[in-house]
Protein backbone atom coordinates (compact mmCIF):
# COMPACT_ATOMS: atom_id res chain seq x y z
CA UNK A 1 0.00 0.00 0.00
CA UNK A 2 1.10 3.51 -0.86
CA UNK A 3 2.80 5.62 1.92
CA UNK A 4 0.50 7.98 1.13
CA UNK A 5 -2.60 6.74 -0.60
CA UNK A 6 -4.55 8.65 -2.79
CA UNK A 7 -8.55 10.07 -2.16
CA UNK A 8 -10.26 11.34 -5.44
CA UNK A 9 -13.51 13.09 -4.37
CA UNK A 10 -16.00 14.44 -6.40
CA UNK A 11 -17.54 18.10 -6.18
CA UNK A 12 -17.02 20.40 -3.61
CA UNK A 13 -20.21 22.57 -3.40
CA UNK A 14 -20.37 26.16 -3.85
CA UNK A 15 -17.53 27.31 -2.09
CA UNK A 16 -19.32 29.18 0.67
CA UNK A 17 -19.56 28.51 4.37
CA UNK A 18 -17.26 24.67 5.21
CA UNK A 19 -19.62 22.50 2.73
CA UNK A 20 -19.24 18.55 3.35
CA UNK A 21 -17.13 18.11 0.12
CA UNK A 22 -14.59 20.96 1.93
CA UNK A 23 -14.55 19.70 5.12
CA UNK A 24 -14.07 15.38 3.85
CA UNK A 25 -10.64 16.53 1.89
CA UNK A 26 -9.34 18.71 5.07
CA UNK A 27 -10.28 15.32 7.46
CA UNK A 28 -8.64 12.91 4.95
CA UNK A 29 -5.37 15.17 3.98
CA UNK A 30 -5.02 15.29 8.03
CA UNK A 31 -4.79 11.63 7.83
CA UNK A 32 -2.47 11.26 5.15
CA UNK A 33 -4.21 11.10 2.14
CA UNK A 34 -3.26 13.10 -1.15
CA UNK A 35 -6.29 14.71 -2.71
CA UNK A 36 -7.48 14.73 -6.09
CA UNK A 37 -10.36 16.80 -6.25
CA UNK A 38 -12.85 17.07 -9.17
CA UNK A 39 -15.64 19.36 -9.73
CA UNK A 40 -16.75 22.33 -11.93
CA UNK A 41 -15.48 26.06 -11.61
CA UNK A 42 -11.92 25.80 -11.98
CA UNK A 43 -11.34 28.41 -9.90
CA UNK A 44 -13.18 27.23 -6.89
CA UNK A 45 -11.58 24.07 -7.03
CA UNK A 46 -8.28 25.53 -7.14
CA UNK A 47 -8.96 27.47 -4.18
CA UNK A 48 -9.60 24.27 -2.43
CA UNK A 49 -6.60 22.70 -3.41
CA UNK A 50 -4.50 25.42 -2.04
CA UNK A 51 -6.00 25.47 1.35
CA UNK A 52 -5.24 21.80 1.56
CA UNK A 53 -1.23 22.52 0.19
CA UNK A 54 -0.99 25.56 2.43
CA UNK A 55 -1.83 23.68 5.42
CA UNK A 56 0.42 20.87 5.06
CA UNK A 57 -0.90 18.39 2.71
CA UNK A 58 -0.74 18.14 -0.91
CA UNK A 59 -4.15 17.96 -3.20
CA UNK A 60 -4.12 18.60 -6.74
CA UNK A 61 -7.25 20.27 -9.13
CA UNK A 62 -8.75 17.92 -11.98
CA UNK A 63 -11.67 20.68 -13.19
CA UNK A 64 -14.64 19.54 -15.49
CA UNK A 65 -16.88 21.19 -17.83
CA UNK A 66 -19.92 18.37 -17.10
CA UNK A 67 -20.63 16.12 -15.11
CA UNK A 68 -21.06 13.51 -18.14
CA UNK A 69 -19.72 10.19 -18.41
CA UNK A 70 -16.64 11.05 -20.81
CA UNK A 71 -15.68 14.24 -18.36
CA UNK A 72 -15.80 11.69 -15.82
CA UNK A 73 -13.60 8.83 -17.61
CA UNK A 74 -10.91 11.82 -19.39
CA UNK A 75 -10.83 13.44 -15.81
CA UNK A 76 -9.35 9.81 -14.35
CA UNK A 77 -6.87 10.14 -17.13
CA UNK A 78 -5.61 13.13 -16.00
CA UNK A 79 -5.16 11.73 -12.38
CA UNK A 80 -3.16 8.51 -13.09
CA UNK A 81 -0.66 10.40 -14.94
CA UNK A 82 0.04 13.23 -12.46
CA UNK A 83 2.97 13.38 -10.72
CA UNK A 84 2.90 14.33 -6.67
CA UNK A 85 5.63 14.91 -5.06
CA UNK A 86 8.22 11.91 -3.51
CA UNK A 87 7.19 9.78 -6.57
CA UNK A 88 7.65 8.80 -9.92
CA UNK A 89 5.22 8.28 -12.91
CA UNK A 90 6.34 5.19 -13.13
CA UNK A 91 5.69 4.35 -9.51
CA UNK A 92 2.47 6.48 -8.86
CA UNK A 93 0.59 6.52 -5.11
CA UNK A 94 -2.80 3.68 -5.17
CA UNK A 95 -6.18 5.40 -5.32
CA UNK A 96 -7.19 4.16 -2.04
CA UNK A 97 -10.30 6.13 -0.89
CA UNK A 98 -13.15 7.89 -3.52
CA UNK A 99 -15.95 10.05 -2.43
CA UNK A 100 -18.78 10.94 -5.09
CA UNK A 101 -20.30 13.56 -2.96
CA UNK A 102 -21.57 15.54 -6.48
CA UNK A 103 -25.46 16.10 -6.85
CA UNK A 104 -28.40 17.55 -9.18
CA UNK A 105 -31.21 18.32 -6.64
CA UNK A 106 -34.69 19.41 -8.14
CA UNK A 107 -37.27 20.05 -5.97
CA UNK A 108 -40.62 20.43 -7.36
CA UNK A 109 -44.33 19.15 -8.12
CA UNK A 110 -43.99 16.21 -10.13
CA UNK A 111 -46.35 18.39 -12.92
CA UNK A 112 -43.70 21.44 -12.64
CA UNK A 113 -41.14 18.76 -13.45
CA UNK A 114 -39.35 19.23 -16.68
CA UNK A 115 -37.32 17.22 -19.62
CA UNK A 116 -34.47 19.45 -18.79
CA UNK A 117 -34.84 18.63 -14.88
CA UNK A 118 -34.95 15.14 -15.29
CA UNK A 119 -31.21 15.01 -17.81
CA UNK A 120 -30.09 16.86 -15.19
CA UNK A 121 -30.86 14.29 -12.29
CA UNK A 122 -30.03 11.30 -14.85
CA UNK A 123 -26.75 12.95 -15.95
CA UNK A 124 -25.26 13.87 -12.53
CA UNK A 125 -26.52 11.38 -10.05
CA UNK A 126 -26.83 8.27 -11.93
CA UNK A 127 -24.57 8.78 -15.27
CA UNK A 128 -21.75 10.45 -13.91
CA UNK A 129 -21.79 8.37 -10.50
CA UNK A 130 -21.79 5.11 -13.16
CA UNK A 131 -18.66 6.55 -14.82
CA UNK A 132 -16.92 7.78 -11.08
CA UNK A 133 -16.93 4.10 -9.85
CA UNK A 134 -16.33 2.33 -13.11
CA UNK A 135 -12.92 4.33 -12.84
CA UNK A 136 -12.18 3.82 -9.38
CA UNK A 137 -12.82 0.13 -9.12
CA UNK A 138 -10.73 -0.41 -11.95
CA UNK A 139 -7.98 1.41 -9.57
CA UNK A 140 -8.67 -0.83 -6.48
CA UNK A 141 -8.63 -3.89 -8.22
CA UNK A 142 -5.15 -3.00 -9.47
CA UNK A 143 -3.89 -2.75 -5.55
CA UNK A 144 -2.67 -5.24 -3.31
CA UNK A 145 -4.78 -6.07 -0.15
CA UNK A 146 -3.67 -3.85 2.59
CA UNK A 147 -3.31 -4.49 6.32
CA UNK A 148 -7.41 -4.23 6.85
CA UNK A 149 -8.22 -6.65 4.04
CA UNK A 150 -9.35 -4.00 1.39
CA UNK A 151 -7.94 -2.83 -1.98
CA UNK A 152 -10.09 0.42 -1.60
CA UNK A 153 -13.24 2.41 0.00
CA UNK A 154 -15.56 3.55 -2.68
CA UNK A 155 -18.29 6.45 -0.75
CA UNK A 156 -21.53 7.72 -1.99
CA UNK A 157 -23.55 10.48 -0.11
CA UNK A 158 -26.92 10.11 -0.23
CA UNK A 159 -29.85 11.76 1.23
CA UNK A 160 -33.54 10.83 2.56
CA UNK A 161 -34.80 11.06 -0.86
CA UNK A 162 -32.20 7.91 -1.60
CA UNK A 163 -34.46 5.76 0.74
CA UNK A 164 -38.47 7.24 0.65
CA UNK A 165 -40.04 9.73 -2.10
CA UNK A 166 -41.88 13.06 -0.97
CA UNK A 167 -44.14 15.54 -2.63
CA UNK A 168 -41.55 17.51 -4.16
CA UNK A 169 -39.02 15.29 -4.73
CA UNK A 170 -40.16 12.57 -7.90
CA UNK A 171 -37.00 13.70 -9.88
CA UNK A 172 -34.30 14.12 -7.25
CA UNK A 173 -35.61 10.97 -5.25
CA UNK A 174 -35.37 8.59 -8.37
CA UNK A 175 -31.43 10.13 -8.96
CA UNK A 176 -30.82 9.45 -5.20
CA UNK A 177 -32.76 5.46 -5.29
CA UNK A 178 -30.55 4.99 -8.47
CA UNK A 179 -27.54 6.04 -6.89
CA UNK A 180 -27.96 3.63 -3.27
CA UNK A 181 -29.17 1.09 -5.78
CA UNK A 182 -25.90 1.28 -7.68
CA UNK A 183 -23.77 1.23 -4.41
CA UNK A 184 -25.60 -2.54 -3.05
CA UNK A 185 -24.80 -4.09 -6.39
CA UNK A 186 -21.57 -2.55 -6.31
CA UNK A 187 -20.85 -3.85 -2.97
CA UNK A 188 -22.55 -7.18 -3.93
CA UNK A 189 -19.99 -7.38 -6.74
CA UNK A 190 -17.07 -6.46 -5.29
CA UNK A 191 -17.44 -6.91 -1.18
CA UNK A 192 -14.25 -5.72 0.00
CA UNK A 193 -13.68 -2.49 -2.24
CA UNK A 194 -16.94 -0.64 -1.63
CA UNK A 195 -18.71 1.34 1.61
CA UNK A 196 -21.88 3.39 1.13
CA UNK A 197 -22.80 6.17 3.39
CA UNK A 198 -26.37 7.71 3.42
CA UNK A 199 -26.58 11.02 4.62
CA UNK A 200 -29.33 12.75 6.35
CA UNK A 201 -30.53 16.22 7.83
CA UNK A 202 -29.56 19.55 7.00
CA UNK A 203 -26.31 19.93 7.01
CA UNK A 204 -24.69 23.30 8.50
CA UNK A 205 -23.09 25.61 5.00
CA UNK A 206 -24.02 29.10 4.43
CA UNK A 207 -26.56 27.73 1.72
CA UNK A 208 -28.55 26.27 4.78
CA UNK A 209 -28.53 28.57 6.57
CA UNK A 210 -29.65 31.21 3.81
CA UNK A 211 -32.91 29.35 3.49
CA UNK A 212 -34.15 30.19 7.13
CA UNK A 213 -35.67 33.58 6.58
CA UNK A 214 -36.55 33.69 10.51
CA UNK A 215 -33.42 35.15 12.11
CA UNK A 216 -33.86 33.00 15.18
CA UNK A 217 -34.41 29.98 13.27
CA UNK A 218 -30.91 30.33 11.63
CA UNK A 219 -29.47 31.33 14.92
CA UNK A 220 -30.53 28.00 16.26
CA UNK A 221 -29.66 25.60 13.28
CA UNK A 222 -26.19 27.14 13.01
CA UNK A 223 -25.69 27.01 17.09
CA UNK A 224 -27.66 24.13 18.04
CA UNK A 225 -25.75 20.68 17.05
CA UNK A 226 -29.20 18.71 17.74
CA UNK A 227 -30.94 19.61 14.63
CA UNK A 228 -28.16 19.64 12.10
CA UNK A 229 -25.61 17.54 10.85
CA UNK A 230 -22.02 19.25 11.17
CA UNK A 231 -19.83 18.77 8.19
CA UNK A 232 -16.66 18.07 10.44
CA UNK A 233 -18.68 15.04 11.85
CA UNK A 234 -19.74 13.70 8.89
CA UNK A 235 -15.85 13.78 7.25
CA UNK A 236 -14.95 11.91 10.15
CA UNK A 237 -17.50 9.32 9.94
CA UNK A 238 -16.07 8.71 6.10
CA UNK A 239 -12.62 8.40 7.61
CA UNK A 240 -14.04 5.77 9.75
CA UNK A 241 -15.59 3.77 6.76
CA UNK A 242 -12.36 4.12 5.05
CA UNK A 243 -10.56 2.59 8.34
CA UNK A 244 -12.89 0.01 8.67
CA UNK A 245 -11.13 -3.89 9.02
CA UNK A 246 -12.76 -6.98 6.71
CA UNK A 247 -14.29 -8.61 9.74
CA UNK A 248 -16.79 -5.60 10.38
CA UNK A 249 -18.03 -3.66 7.01
CA UNK A 250 -20.67 -0.85 6.65
CA UNK A 251 -22.31 -1.28 3.80
CA UNK A 252 -24.66 1.50 4.27
CA UNK A 253 -24.47 4.65 7.08
CA UNK A 254 -27.42 6.65 8.20
CA UNK A 255 -25.95 9.72 9.82
CA UNK A 256 -28.77 12.35 11.97
CA UNK A 257 -28.75 14.83 14.14
CA UNK A 258 -29.83 13.77 17.88
CA UNK A 259 -32.89 15.98 17.62
CA UNK A 260 -34.33 14.92 14.01
CA UNK A 261 -37.86 13.74 13.61
CA UNK A 262 -37.72 10.84 10.90
Known amino acids: MSARP??????????????????????????GYRVALIARGADRLQKAANDINQAGGEAAAFPIE?????????VFSAIRSHTWSGTSPSQPPEIRAALWN??????????DVTEADLQLVVDT??????????????AFRANAVDERGKRGTLIFTGATASIRGNVTTSAFAAGKFALRALSQSLNKEFGRQNIHAIIDGGILTDLSLSRRTDEAAARAF???ANIRLDPESIAKSYLYLANQDRSAWTWELDLRPAHEKW
Open 102 to 111: AAAGVWKGFL
Open 125 to 138: NITAAFAFAHQVLQ
Open 222 to 224: KED
Open 66 to 74: SYTYKSLTD
Open 6 to 31: IIVIAGIGNGSGMPLNRISHRVFSKA
